[in-house]
């Protein structure tokens, strides 16, 4: 069984930065497909960004585009989200997921979830 444990929120300030990570432990996610989501109160989870198991290919939601970077270190059993110039909109949970299909945005193909880590961004 794997677990997934995000890190790296926190209250910033808008137009400041943020450096999530998500470890693994339990058995390797370098052949899985990670993704990144988040929740607001009140709102549906979205999909965030999503990274291919290799690091070749990377997607993400057109509201983070060039503000958000996802990335991996398989030796380290470890996914990345770096944040910049935050939004008061970007305020919410966020989760990490693995899922060996990947199927960026789609939420139902993803196997395991960690918990959450709260990000809250001040205007």
């Known amino acids: 069984q794997v677990q997934l444990v995000e890190s790296g929120g926190g209250l910033v300030q808008a137009g400041g930065s943020l450096r999530l990570s998500c470890a693994a432990s339990?058995?390797?996610?370098?052949?899985?497909?990670m993704g990144w989501f988040r929740q607001a109160p009140g709102k549906d989870r979205e999909f965030v960004a999503a990274?291919?198991?290799?690091?070749?290919?990377?997607y993400y939601r057109d509201s983070v585009k060039g503000r958000f970077t996802i990335s991996r270190d398989n030796a380290k059993n470890t996914v990345y989200l770096e944040m910049n110039s935050l939004k008061p909109e970007d305020t919410a949970l966020y989760y990490c997921?693995?899922?060996?299909?990947?199927?960026?945005?789609?939420?139902?193909?993803?196997?395991?979830w960690g918990q959450g880590t709260q990000v809250t961004v001040s205007s």
């Open positions: 997921a693995g899922s060996s299909t990947l199927v960026p945005g789609l939420s139902r193909v993803y196997d395991y």
């Open positions: 990274i291919s198991w290799n690091s070749a290919n990377a």
């Open positions: 339990g058995r390797t996610i370098s052949s899985w497909a």
